[in-house]
Structures are given as C-alpha cells and as structure tokens.
C-alpha cells in the first residue's frame, strides 16, 4: 500500500510541476498598493493587465466607501450561517431584486461564490435521466459539474454550432429513451480567447430541438450589451437563455454570483443548491457593496464606454501593429506568439523587469504547445498613454522572440 502524501510529489499536475521555479514570480505573485493600473511587483511599480476589474469598481471611491460603512456597522460576520437557516437578510434579498431588474429576467438567487455555484446549480437542475451537452472549452466550474453528473454528457466544438446539432441530436435521441431532457451549457464570453459564445444561434436551435440554456457570462456581465447587462443584451437573445449566471469577481470587483431564471426554477434552486443551502451566505458588506456597485453600472455608463475606449484603442493599435490577437470581439484581449516554454519564460521577464508591465502568460497546456500567450485584461481605468506604451513595448519583445534573442538568454534567476 501507498502512503498518499508520498504519492502527491508524483501527481504535482501541469501547473504544479513548475512550483519550485516558478513560485512568487510566474505563480502566486504579489501585486501590492491600491487596485490601479499600476501596482508594485517585488517593490517596483509595474503597469498591470492581468486584473478583471473592468469597469475599475475595485477602487472607486463610492464602492470603497460602501464597503467600509457597510463593515463598520455589520461587521464582517453577519448574518450568520446559511440563508436558508439563518443567513437570510432584506438586503440580500433587496440584490436579488435589483439585478433581476437590471438582467431583465423574472427572478434571482445570490450565490455565495460563482465556482461553487455553477457546479452546484449544473448539479440541482439535471439527474440521470438528462443529457448535457456543452461547449468544449468551457471553465473549470463548468466541467466540476459534469463530473458530478451521473447520466450521460456530450461535448460540442467550440462555438461549432454544426457540432452542437449533431451532439443534439444524439442527446435528444438518449433523453428520449431515459424519459429526461437537455441542458446546453456555454459561455457568453470566453475568458481566454475573449470569443463570444454564439447564443443567438444556440437559441435558435430551439427550433429543431428541446432543451434548456445554461450561460455563465462571468466576462460579460458589466462589459458587454447596451447598458451592460450582458452577453445576452449584446446579441439580443436574453429570452432564450433559460439560466443566466454570473460572478461579483469582475466586473462587479467582489465576492459572490447570481444565477437569473424563470421563478419555479430560483425557487427550486434554493432549496436544492447544495452549495448554498450547507455554507455560509455572504456577508453584508459584499451585499451592502455589490448594491452599490450595480447602481454605478446602472448609472455611470460612462465607465463601460471608457473600458471600450481602451479596449479599441489596444485591440486596433495591437492589429496595427501586426500582431495576432485572434478572435475576440470582448475587452479580453490574447496576444498570441509563437515560441517555446523556455523563450517564454525570458520574455516574460524582459517585459516584467525592463518595461515594467505585469500581464498574465499562458502556455502549453492551456494553448498548443509553440504558442505563448499574453493576456490583457484593459479595464475603464487604464489611459491611452498605458496602451501606446504597452504596445511599443511589445513590438520590443516580439522583435527579440523573431530574431531568437530569448533563445540565447540564460535564465535569469528572480527567486
Ligand atoms: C467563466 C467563469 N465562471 C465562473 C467563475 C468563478 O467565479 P468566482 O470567482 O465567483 O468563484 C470564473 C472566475 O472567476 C469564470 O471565469
């Protein structure tokens, strides 16, 4: 028999293998200061597109300040436990109303957390009767509820809504024999390559086929449709998403999600989630705070119109420039390279320690091998000064990888 603990150092995972190189700096970095375009890296400030603040709500002086009323007069505690049992409160409920309101749709539940959320949700609606089919690159909180599935699930090419009919029409054949039916499950935005999932068409495949509509637009909620109620506002289909949820994480820059549905369906949610009925709601200054968050998205479209701003301004410039950023129509904005690990790895550093910016860097497995990606999340409060300088700085580092400079370098050590 095998010790566990002794077997974790073999199964330390793609992300794991790297920890004793990469800790501190490629991974569990610590960005320090107030939530800004710029903060400080290992003592030095370093401009940064790595943080889904998009609407720049983190440190907005009226959500800074409704947070700490909020915590000085409830505290961090209340309520207490579970909504179900004793966490329950007017303003949480008050929330539920506003964002139902906002999203346009009957009624909604507040989550606790967005993860835990989704997988719990996916859990609740489905049994072994139902078939899901979802899209092939959907979040991990997407596929964590697959695993807790117990009937069948098919996946679907990304956004491929020829690959989607055909995975219909096997789950419609399947839900007719187990007496089930059909959750489609996708995304209104793509957090890595910033593509919108195709909802329109997803919803009018509900003309040749029965199922239900799952969107987690955890990237939409705040930057995209016309007042920014979501990817479903953008494409004009809110009514056939049959389960809308997103997450406080960006856009609303805090702690918590929602899911918006039919009210039979929330009412069913909230006395089967698992995960809300057995942990803790959320305390009342993320409740207090994301109330005042919605009203300043409800009322200062200006911030989404200066988040486009920068993000044409960087999209078009980055184009201009010659550079791949693939597919996005979203402020999610992937710059793609090509080049191995290693070369990634002093690219990386060039632009962290010689211009000074902070960008997330995703490699294989998460792209092909051969390809670095880098990730830029603008947000309303980044300048058109940040965007020239951060485009001049990568036209510097591309010019290194093409001419094999990175190639040469030695690794720098940062530990
Ligand atoms: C697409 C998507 N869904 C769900 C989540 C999870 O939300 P939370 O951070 O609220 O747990 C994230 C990340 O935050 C996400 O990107």
């Known amino acids: 028999m095998k010790d566990i603990f ?45 943080l889904n603040n998009y609407l720049g709500l983190a440190n907005h002086p009226e959500v800074m300040k409704a947070d700490a009323d909020a915590a000085a007069q409830f505290g961090m505690a209340y309520p207490m436990g579970a909504r179900m049992m004793s966490g329950n409160s007017n303003y949480h409920e008050q929330l539920e109303m506003e964002l139902a309101e906002f999203i346009d749709k009957p009624e909604v539940i507040l989550l606790n957390y967005g993860y835990q959320g989704v997988l719990s949700a996916i859990d609740a609606l489905v049994d072994r009767h139902d078939v899901i089919v979802y899209d092939a690159e959907s979040h991990a909180c997407i596929i964590d509820g697959l695993r807790l599935h117990i009937g069948k699930r098919f996946v679907y090419t990304h956004n491929n809504m ?109 006395y089967n989630m698992r995960s809300q009925i057995y942990a803790k709601s959320l305390p009342m200054p993320m409740v207090i705070g994301a109330l005042k968050r919605l009203e300043l998205i409800r009322t200062q479209p200006q911030l989404k119109a200066q988040l486009w701003n920068v993000v044409n301004s960087l999209q078009n410039g980055l184009r201009d420039a010659g550079f791949n950023i693939g597919i996005t129509t979203t402020p999610v904005t992937p710059v793609l390279l090509n080049g191995t690990i290693p070369e990634a790895t002093h690219l990386t550093l060039d632009l962290r320690e010689n211009h000074n910016i902070f960008c997330s860097i995703v490699v294989y497995p998460v792209v092909p091998k051969g390809v670095i990606m880098l990730r830029l999340i603008p947000t309303a409060v980044h300048t058109l000064e940040d965007v020239e300088y951060t485009i001049n700085a990568f036209k510097s580092i591309k010019n290194k990888l093409d001419s094999g400079e990175y190639r040469k370098e030695k690794i720098a050590s940062f530990a």
């Open 6 to 50: 002794d077997k974790l150092n073999e199964r330390m995972g793609p992300l794991g293998m790297h920890a004793d190189e990469a800790h501190g700096y490629f991974t569990f970095p610590k960005l320090e200061g107030p939530i800004a375009p710029r903060m400080k890296f290992r003592g030095v400030e370093k401009l940064t597109w790595s």
């Open 162 to 270: 020829e690959s989607l009919e055909k995975q219909l029409v096997r789950a419609t054949k399947l839900a007719e024999t187990t007496g089930g039916g059909v959750l489609v499950i996708t995304e209104g935005v793509f957090g890595m390559s910033g593509s919108q999932g195709s909802l329109r068409e997803i919803v009018a495949l509900k003309e040749k086929f029965s199922f239900r509509l799952l969107v987690d637009d955890a990237h939409g909620f705040g930057t995209m449709g016309k007042t920014g109620a979501g990817t479903g506002e953008e494409q004009n289909c809110m009514d056939g998403i049959d389960i809308y949820f997103s997450t406080f994480a960006k856009s609303m820059a805090g702690i918590g999600a929602f899911i918006g549905s039919e009210p039979h369906v929330i009412k069913f949610l909230r």
